[in-house]
Structure formats: structure tokens, C-alpha cells
């Protein structure tokens, strides 16, 4: 098992322990269960490798804390909420100064770890905040950005429009701009925390975990598809939309995951006027979307609607409904881009909770459990420092309690 510390047990001779919670767990005869040996490092699993899972599992394996990541079907897949091609990260979060303040740090982190990993995760775009007028939203974000020495402008649209001249006009009053906005590559910034993770000398496993037998408050072991039960010191699920599946009882009510359709629109031949760096990231009531980077095409995202989604199972093929309002609003907020086909799409879920703030804290019946999720649209920028919270906290280390509350189940 080189550098792994887990024990295995994939064998029948697992004295006094429940059958695992699956019915079709393929047991392998001839095993018997191992003991872990005295005085090891703290070993954590942590099931699931988004945003959430991904870099708890670096920072704890940075913090020497021996760990193993495990995702069902690899970091950043694209049934995962952090697959695709592109998030964005922003300081500005109206009233909400909790995630500015996390989103100013994750992008020092973000930064830090793409130059110390020789990768090309970001991709400087700004990004402006159209509104009809000025809204409490944007008030609140310009005092909260003023607050921690954020760069922000509030721009009257005709600067809007010298500055920009693919956005058309109707229906702006002002546009906020905010410079150091960027956009991640999303699922590629997945597969370097997990090579980082890997280089610091985690194990990373493809395979499904459930929750295994549970003895005195604590879990015990969890299972994998292949049969093995797996332990470990502590457990971070980290499981995305898969939690209110997993959790029901917990976070049946509290986690819901809804669809989202996301395309990308063809941009006229020759022109890059839609394309990085000429372009910035947008949104406005009802829809969001970053320009076309690598000649992907610009893409659109509507916001909005609650249809249920199922992350296994359900087919990733998008809406007539969604696709008119895409081509609506192009149309209408980028009158160039009108006709342009819909080159691309994507459609993905969303794991909403009832108060919008993560999900952050301890099983409340295994004291060795901790349930992370609950991204609610906003989580992927925070990644970093995500996982250098989680990790402190499943470690016992101080962490800032005005956090722990807010994200308390
Ligand atoms: C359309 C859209 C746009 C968004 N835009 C932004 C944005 O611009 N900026 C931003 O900050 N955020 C954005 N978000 C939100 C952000 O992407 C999510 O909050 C974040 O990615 C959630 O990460 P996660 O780790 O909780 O979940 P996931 O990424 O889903 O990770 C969970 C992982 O767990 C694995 N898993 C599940 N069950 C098991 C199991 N039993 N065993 C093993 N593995 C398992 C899955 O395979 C998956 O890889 C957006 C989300 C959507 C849908």
C-alpha cells in the first residue's frame, strides 16, 4: 500500500461489523480485516473532489494529515457542479461581506497556487454588473469593496458603451465594474488540486462511498463500489448534490439541486470584439455570462427556475425554453451576437440551500463526520479557502466562529 495508512477491509472476517448500507457490495473472499497500527497521523477520507472535497483534501495532505480522496467519477467530471469550462470569481457580493472578504483571500490563494503549480487556471477578464439603477445590492457591494480596499468603479452607460461597444444599452442605468474579477477554468482547476494533492502524496481513488457501520458516535469504515471498506480517523463528505441523496434525514430539506442550462454562443467570423481580452464578464437580473475564451464562444447562462434534477441519471441535454431565452437576451444585450448559433451547451444542477450559505459542520450523530456542500451557485471561487477552512476545522484548529455559526447545519 506504499504511502497509503488506510486500512482495507475487503474481506468476511470483519469481527462484529455491520453489512454495509448497499445491496449489491461485491465482498472479496479471502481478506481479512487490518489493523491499523499505533501512533499514525490522523487519517481522513474525503468523498468527493469539487470545489469543497478537492482542496480539503490538498490542504489537509499539506497539514501532513495523511488522505485519501475518492470521487465516483473523478474531480471536475461533468455530472459534478464544477465540471464545465468556466467559473467566475468576484469580490462583490451585495450585503453578504463574509464572501467578499473569502473571495478577496481565494483569489491571493487561487493566484499563488496556479503560478506554484506552473498551470493556467485564470484569466484576468473584470466584469461588469448592469442594473437599471442603482440598486441596494450594488450600494451595499461598493461599501463592502471600499471596506477591504477592493478595486471598484460605478460607470454611467455611456462610458459603458465607449468602453464596450457589444453591450447594448436598453435597460442599463449604471454598470459597476469591478477590474480584478476573473474567470477559472473550472474542471481543469479540478484536475490540478487533485495533482497537487497527489504530488503532496494523497491517494486518489474512482469510486463510489457510502457511509459504512458506526459504533460509540463515530463511523467506523465506509464502503466502495469494488468492495472494499475503507477507515479512517475522520470523513469529509463532500459530495455536492449528491448530499441530500446521501444525508436524507439531515439535508433532504435543507439541499435542493435544480437545473441549469448554459450555452455558448457562436461569435461572427473574424471579429474578437466578443472574445477575451475585449470583453469582461456580465450579469444582470435574470442572467450571467463571461466572453468567449479560447474562441469557445460567449457564454449565457439564465438564472432562475427550481425543475429538479437528478445528478446520476438525469440526461444533460438542454430546453427549448432555456434556449429561446438565451437567444432573446443575446439578441437584445448584444445586438452583434443576434442569429449567432448556439455552439455549445451544457446543463448541470445546482445544490441550492434554503439560506443560500454553505453547509459546514459536523454529523450531528458521528462526531468523525463532516458534511461540506451546499454551494448554492457561488461556492467554486471560494475553493481555496474552502479547503483550508474545512481542513482546520476537521483538524481541531481555530477557525473564525462567525464562520462556524453561518455554516452550521
Ligand atoms: C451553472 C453554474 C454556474 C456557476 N457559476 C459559478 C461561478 O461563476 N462562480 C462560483 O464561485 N460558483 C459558481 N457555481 C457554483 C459552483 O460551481 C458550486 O458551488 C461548486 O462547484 C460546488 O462544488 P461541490 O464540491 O460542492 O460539488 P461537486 O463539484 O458536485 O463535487 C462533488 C463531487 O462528489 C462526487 N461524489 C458524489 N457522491 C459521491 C460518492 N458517493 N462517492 C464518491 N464521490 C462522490 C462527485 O462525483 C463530484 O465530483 C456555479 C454552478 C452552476 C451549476
Known amino acids: 500500500m506504499d504511502r497509503r495508512r488506510f486500512v482495507e477491509v475487503t474481506g468476511l472476517g470483519l469481527a462484529g461489523a455491520a453489512v454495509p448500507p448497499t445491496a449489491n457490495l461485491h465482498r472479496q473472499p479471502g481478506r481479512g480485516f ?60 451585495g450585503d453578504r461581506a463574509m464572501y467578499s472578504r473569502w473571495a478577496v483571500r481565494a483569489l491571493d490563494l487561487w493566484l499563488q497556487w496556479e503560478k506554484e503549480w506552473e498551470e493556467e487556471l485564470l484569466i484576468h477578464t473584470g466584469r461588469v454588473a448592469l442594473a437599471p439603477d442603482l440598486t441596494d445590492s450594488i450600494r451595499s457591494a461598493m461599501a463592502v469593496l471600499d471596506e477591504l480596499g477592493v478595486e471598484h468603479e460605478l460607470i454611467q452607460v455611456d462610458e459603458l458603451v465607449r468602453r464596450y461597444p457589444q453591450f447594448s444599452p436598453e435597460g442599463v442605468g449604471v454598470a459597476h465594474w469591478e477590474p480584478t474579477a476573473h474567470t477559472i477554468r ?19 481513488r474512482i469510486a463510489r462511498a457510502l457511509p459504512g457501520g458506526s459504533s460509540g458516535g463515530r463511523l467506523d469504515w465506509i464502503s466502495l463500489d469494488d468492495g472494499t471498506l475503507l477507515e479512517a480517523d475522520s470523513y469529509v463528505f463532500a459530495c455536492g448534490p449528491w448530499l441530500p441523496r446521501m444525508f436524507p434525514g439531515l439535508l433532504g430539506e435543507r439541499i435542493a439541486t435544480p437545473r441549469r442550462d448554459v450555452f455558448f454562443f457562436g461569435t461572427p467570423p473574424g471579429i474578437e470584439l466578443y472574445g477575451h481580452p475585449h470583453m469582461p464578464n456580465f450579469s444582470e437580473a435574470g442572467f450571467y455570462g463571461f466572453p468567449s475564451i479560447d474562441h469557445g464562444g460567449v457564454k449565457v447562462a439564465p438564472v432562475g427556475g427550481q425543475v429538479r434534477f437528478d445528478p446520476d441519471t438525469d440526461e444533460r441535454i438542454v430546453v427549448g425554453y432555456q434556449v429561446r431565452r438565451a437567444q432573446e437576451y443575446v439578441a437584445r444585450r448584444f445586438p452583434g451576437l443576434a442569429g449567432q448559433p448556439v455552439i455549445d451547451s451544457r446543463v448541470c444542477q445546482l445544490e441550492d440551500t434554503t439560506d443560500e450559505h454553505f453547509i459546514i459542520d459536523r454529523h450531528p450523530e458521528w462526531e468523525n463526520v463532516w458534511l461540506a456542500g451546499g454551494g448554492t451557485g457561488h461556492a467554486f471561487k471560494h475553493g481555496p479557502v474552502l479547503g483550508e477552512y474545512i481542513a482546520a476545522r476537521v483538524l481541531g484548529q481555530e477557525t473564525d466562529p462567525a464562520y462556524d455559526a453561518q455554516f452550521a447545519l
Do not use: K, M
Open 34 to 93: 487490518v489493523q491499523r497500527g499505533s501512533g499514525q497521523a490522523a487519517d481522513i477520507a474525503v468523498i468527493g473532489g469539487g470545489a469543497f472535497g478537492g482542496w480539503t483534501a490538498f490542504y489537509l495532505q499539506q497539514a501532513q494529515a495523511q488522505s485519501v480522496l475518492i470521487d465516483a467519477y473523478g474531480p471536475g467530471n461533468p455530472r459534478s457542479t464544477s465540471g464545465g469550462a468556466s467559473r467566475g470569481i468576484r469580490a462583490a457580493y
Open 186 to 204: 473550472a474542471a481543469e482547476a479540478c484536475r490540478a488540486v487533485a495533482r497537487a494533492f497527489d504530488r503532496e502524496g494523497g491517494e486518489l
